[in-house]
């Protein structure tokens, strides 16, 4: 991966939707050779994909909460497939630490959220944090910051 790539990473990351010619203007490069560069960079699994940025609470969820929850290596088969069924659950990852598993989660209310945690304690104990604020929301990887071995 070059300087050239890094940069339309950079720019897509910022806006998966910017034009291909405003692409190509900002690294020097026609179009067909943005659009190949993009596509190799899509077939070696660097770019998976592209997804929307939406407003939760314009749609009326109003709680974002993280909920740790200490999940028994037993109990991974039948959380698995539970825990993908839940819309609200956006983002689950197995930790280490105290808790097996660390959920972000999104609800209308806190009932809903209370509701939610009563459902996942049978798979075990929980702990949640309500966020209040965002002050760094989700953003992509500075693919120009030099890694330890790199030159």
Sequence with gaps: MDKIDKKLITLLQGNARMPLKTL?????LSSPAV???????EKEGI?????VKINQIKLGYHITAFI???VAPVQKPEFYPFIKSCPNVVECNCVTGNYSM??????PST???????GQLQKFGRTSTQIVFSTPVAPRGIDVNQELPGEE
């Excluded at 770019?47 to 997804?51: A, N």
């Excluded at 660390?102 to 609800?107: G, I, M, N, Q, S």
């Design 24 to 28: 190509a203007e900002n690294v020097f």
């Design 35 to 41: 659009s190949a560069r993009i596509e190799r960079l």
């Design 47 to 51: 770019i998976e994909g592209y997804e």
């Design 68 to 70: 740790n929850l200490e």
């Design 102 to 107: 660390l959920l972000k989660v999104v609800f």
């Design 111 to 117: 009932m809903e959220l209370d509701t939610f945690i």
